[in-house]
């Protein structure tokens, strides 16, 4: 069952990076937002290459 929860991180985390590509481009909220929401979309996406590198989402890509 811990397995699981990796796999379901997925999701959230490519609709959290596009959300930062989408608010860059639209210009959505002022400067120190995006910014915040670009340093988020890194984090998420360390945490990802983290949980691959563990092989802690199920597969090995």
């Known amino acids: ?5 990796p ?4 999701p959230p ?4 990076v ?3 590509v989408m608010a860059y481009r639209r210009g959505f909220w002022g400067a ?3 910014a915040y929401l670009a340093l988020f979309a890194v984090a998420v996406l360390v945490f990802l290459a983290q949980l691959h590198h563990w092989n ?5 890509i």
Request: glycine fraction near 20%; aromatic fraction near 12%; hydrophobic fraction near 70%.
């Open 7 to 10: 796999i379901l991180a997925i």
């Open 32 to 34: 120190w937002g995006r």
């Open 13 to 16: 985390g490519v609709a959290v």
């Open 18 to 20: 596009g959300g930062a």
């Open 1 to 5: 069952m811990a397995l699981v929860f």
């Open 56 to 60: 802690l989402m199920g597969w090995r």
